[in-house]
Each structure stands twice: as C-alpha cells, then as structure tokens.
C-alpha cells in the first residue's frame, strides 16, 4: 500500500501570509494526487486534483504542485476562511489513500 | 448539480453490520463516475473503504475488504455501504462521494457510533 505523509501537521500562520503544505508519497504516483480542505463537522471540499488542477469556484490563491512522489499545496495569502485542516489523497493501482492532514489555524 | 445524502441507523451494537445508503440526486449513478465510501474516525484523518461503478465493479481498502461489501441500487439511484463485525473502532463520520478524477461532490456525512 502507499503511504502519504504530509509535513507540518500543524502550522501556525497570520491572515496574508504564504503557506505552504507538503505532502510525500511512499512510492511514485505520477501527478495522481488530489488535496482538500476540510472545516469542523464538514465534509471535505475538493480544491486541486490531478496535483495541479485547480477545481472550479475555488479561489486562484490556492496552488498545487509537484509529481512523483513529493507535493505542495500553497496559499499565497492566508484568508480568514482558509483556517481548516488540509488532506493530501492519492489515486494508485485501484486504491485511494489519505494524507493525516494538516491543520491550519491562527497565529 | 449533483448532491448527495446519507441514511441509516447511527448506533451499531459491537459484533453487528454497519449499513448506510447514500441516495444521489441531480444526476445519474449510471453516469461515468465511480461511487466512494470515505470514514473519519473522532478527531483523526481520513479513510478510504471503498468505491463501486454502475455496472457493480468495485475496488476495497485492503484493511477493511474482508468486512465490506458496496452494492448499487440503479432504479433506486443509490449505492450502499455494509460493513461487518463492528467494533468501537469502526465508530467515525461515514461520507459517501463521487470520483470524478479525484472525489468532487460529497455527501454532508453521517455519524455512526458503535456501542451496546
């Protein structure tokens, strides 16, 4: 099974800053990697696929990139409505597997 | 657009089988999209259980496989979820999700909690 492991799990941040999340894959996975943002008691919002797609309606200061087997998802300018927990997926050999997640939260 | 809406029991007594629907609306199950089960146990991350195609393909998590089944309900434009053998460990946050290169529509979640 592939193993996604995302770095920080936790990050501290101020509104406008940058962000910057990574996530590492077990083994390569080509750009099968997807990430989404989730808020408490929510489900999970889909904001980049395919590892640099970006979904439609969500805001163009959300960023993906990265192939392989190492990924980043970036917030250029932190906005009070990005606070949440971001989680990497992958898509390999007929299976999905999730990142543990990253919390972002206010500084 | 799509939505979708999960239903079934939220307590589970241990040694007992989860059973959730997810009833989809807006759109067709039979469209060329796979149809995801995804759990979140109390304050962890999330866990893939499985996904399963009009035509009643489906692929499992390798962790859960022995214990899962997912069928599909074309006239009803649904798709379930079974999983056997609960234990307090299988209590979470139950999604249910269209794949459509990655999981783009998703139901609001259904929590099930296991308990006698």
């Known amino acids: 099974d592939i193993q996604m492991t995302q770095s920080p799990s936790t990050l501290s941040a101020s509104v406008g800053d940058r962000v910057t999340i990574t996530c590492r894959a077990s083994?390569?996975?080509?750009?099968?990697l997807a990430w989404y943002q989730q808020k408490p008691g929510k489900a999970p919002k889909l904001l980049i696929y395919q590892a640099s797609s970006l979904e439609s309606g969500v805001p163009s200061r959300f960023s993906g990139s990265g192939s392989g087997t190492e990924f980043t998802l970036t917030i250029s300018s932190l906005q009070p409505d990005d606070f949440a927990t971001y989680s990497c997926q992958q898509y390999n050999n007929y299976s999905w597997t999730f990142g543990q997640g990253t919390k972002v939260e206010i500084k | 657009q799509v939505q979708l809406q999960e239903s079934g029991p939220g307590l589970v007594k241990p040694s007992g089988t989860l059973s959730l629907t997810c009833g989809v609306s807006?759109?067709?199950?039979?469209?060329?999209?796979?149809w995801s089960w995804v759990r979140q146990p109390p304050g962890k991350g999330l866990e893939w259980i499985g996904e399963i195609y009009h035509t009643g393909s489906t692929n499992y998590n390798p962790s859960l496989k022995s214990r899962v089944t997912i069928s599909v309900d074309k006239s009803k434009n649904q798709f379930s979820l079974k999983l056997s053998s609960v234990t307090a460990a299988d209590t979470a946050a139950y999604y249910c999700?269209?794949?459509?290169?990655?999981?783009?529509?998703w139901g609001q979640g259904t929590t099930v909690t296991v308990s006698s």
């Open positions: 807006g759109g067709s199950i039979s469209s060329s999209n796979w």
């Open positions: 083994q390569s996975i080509g750009r099968w």
């Open positions: 999700a269209r794949v459509k290169g990655a999981m783009d529509v």
